[in-house]
């Protein structure tokens, strides 16, 4: 069996040690632009370049190590339309992702940001608390990384609301769908938390109009992609006060450029794209088990739906 991997990092050689280890059976073939390679059974890979698209067409399913799937979508009818996109499981980001988001939701509702601002200014003033039934964190996109972020937020109490495409429930969490229930799911979110897939439906979802449905002194947390901000719209928001600050862990330009507004932004927390990392060895373990499982003729889990986007 050949593996043909290709790393965007060009950090190859551990994965290649650990599919030794986890699918010794394998071999790991490098994919090069422009060299030939002989042909193989399955390929791993994250944001594969233009020129790899044919080759991907030979194998017999698609591995993504990460957990968004637009990277390689966005190449469309260019794709190879019978290979199965299989994307990442949990592999260790739930558990990343719940740390992040619970992070940044208490940091705001216990105004650690105000009191590390008070710190630099060598200052001592106790701020009254904010009100927990005020502070409703909404999660648009109840998927495998909302899903576990809700479940780390119940710990703390606050009025939990989702927000999905198709209809769902989850025990003590107010669930809206659809385009028609994003109205009411967004006037009642103190805390916006982005856990959508990039999608042309939701593509700049954060718009100025959606983000004047939030409350008056709203919070928004994006950690899905940056398309889903239309960025001025946010600065705007954020310097009339009606965004009462911001956490980007994503953007639309990454590393974000040094001349982009937001770095003089005191109210934007920025950090790059590591809310929920791809663990190589968990995801390198997964991927191994689930070519086990095709090659046994079993179904695996994971696989994108091209016609919903993710
Ligand atoms: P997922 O399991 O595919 O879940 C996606 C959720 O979004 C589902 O609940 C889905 O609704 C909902 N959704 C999709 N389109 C919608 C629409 N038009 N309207 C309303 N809801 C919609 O995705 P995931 O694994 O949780 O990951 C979410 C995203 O996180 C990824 O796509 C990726 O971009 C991002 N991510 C970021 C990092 C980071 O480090 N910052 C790491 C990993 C992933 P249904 O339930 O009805 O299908
Ligand atoms: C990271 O952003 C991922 O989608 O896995």
């Known amino acids: 069996m050949r593996i043909l991997l290709h790393r965007v990092d060009g950090q190859t050689e551990p994965w290649v040690k650990d599919f030794a280890r986890h699918l010794p059976e394998a071999e790991i073939v490098l994919w090069r632009a422009g060299e030939p390679h002989p042909p193989c059974d399955y390929a791993v890979v994250w944001a594969p370049p233009e020129a790899m698209l044919s080759d991907l067409a ?15 979508l966005k190449f469309d009818s260019a794709l ?18 719940a740390e992040y988001v619970t992070h940044s939701v208490l940091r705001y509702f216990r105004r650690f940001d105000e009191y590390e601002t008070q710190t630099r200014a060598g200052q001592w003033t106790p701020l009254p608390p904010h009100n927990r039934e005020d502070f409703a964190v909404g999660v648009l996109g109840l998927g495998m990384l909302g899903t576990r972020v809700l479940q780390s937020l119940k710990e703390f109490g606050f009025p939990l609301r989702a927000w999905s495409r198709s209809e769902k429930s989850m025990e003590g969490v107010q669930c809206f769908h659809g385009a028609d229930g994003l109205d009411t799911f967004l006037r009642g979110t103190r805390v916006a938390v982005c856990l959508l897939p990039l999608t042309k439906e939701t593509s700049n979802i954060f718009n100025r109009t959606n983000m004047c449905k939030l409350p008056e002194g709203s919070y928004l ?17 954020v310097k009339s006060g009606h965004i009462a600050a911001a956490t980007l862990d994503v953007f639309r330009n990454e590393p ?37 499982q095709l090659e046994r003729g079993e179904p695996v889990a994971d696989i994108v739906n091209r016609h919903q986007g993710y």
């Open 221 to 237: 947390i994006n950690v899905a992609r940056g398309a889903h901000v239309a960025e001025p719209d946010l600065m705007a928001l």
């Open 58 to 72: 030979e194998v017999k399913a698609i591995f993504l190590t990460g957990a968004g799937v637009d990277a390689i």
């Open 256 to 292: 974000l450029p040094v001349q982009h507004p937001f770095w003089q932004e005191p109210r934007i927390t920025i950090t790059p794209h590591i809310a929920a990392l791809t663990l190589r060895r968990e995801s390198v373990q997964q991927i191994a088990g689930k070519i086990r």
């Open 80 to 97: 190879p339309q019978n290979v199965p996109i299989v994307r990442l499981g949990d592999a260790g980001m739930g558990v990343q992702m």
